[in-house]
C-alpha cells in the first residue's frame, strides 16, 4: 500500500505540463504574405518564435486578417499593416504571439507595436 502512494506521489510531481504562452519580443520583419489560407496575412519574423519558448509551427505568424480567430478583419489588417511599415522601413516591432491560438498550427500575432529608432 505505502509503494502505491510513494509511485502515486513521484508520479504527481514529475509530470511535465504543457501550458500555452503569450511571448513579447522584439524582431524585424524578414518576409510577409497574404493568400486565402493562414488568416490571410502573415510574416516571417526575424527572431524565431520557438527561441523564445513558444510553440509555433515553422517560423511564419498570422495576424489572422480573415478574423478567423474572434478578432475582427479590421483589427488584423491594422496589425498587418504596422508589419509591412516595419518590413518597408527595415525597424524594429514589439510583438505579443499567443501559442494558444494557431491557424493550421501559425500562432498568433496578439499585439504588435512600433519600436522608436535610437
Do not use: H
Not at 478578432?71 to 518590413?87: A, M, V
Amino acid at each position: 500500500m505505502k509503494i502505491k502512494a510513494a509511485i502515486g506521489a513521484i508520479a504527481l510531481t514529475t509530470s511535465v505540463s504543457v501550458s500555452a504562452a503569450v511571448v513579447p519580443f522584439d524582431t524585424t520583419v524578414v518576409r510577409t504574405l497574404i493568400s486565402e489560407n493562414y488568416g490571410e496575412c502573415m510574416f516571417q519574423p526575424g527572431t524565431a518564435p520557438s527561441s523564445k519558448g513558444l510553440a509555433c509551427r515553422d517560423q511564419w505568424i498570422t495576424a489572422d486578417c480573415a478574423g478567423s480567430l474572434g478578432g475582427s478583419k479590421s483589427l488584423g489588417k491594422t496589425k498587418f499593416d504596422s508589419i509591412l511599415l516595419s518590413e518597408l522601413t527595415g525597424g524594429t516591432v514589439r510583438v505579443r504571439v499567443d501559442d494558444s491560438k494557431k491557424i493550421n498550427g501559425f500562432c498568433f500575432l496578439e499585439q504588435v507595436q512600433t519600436v522608436p529608432s535610437e
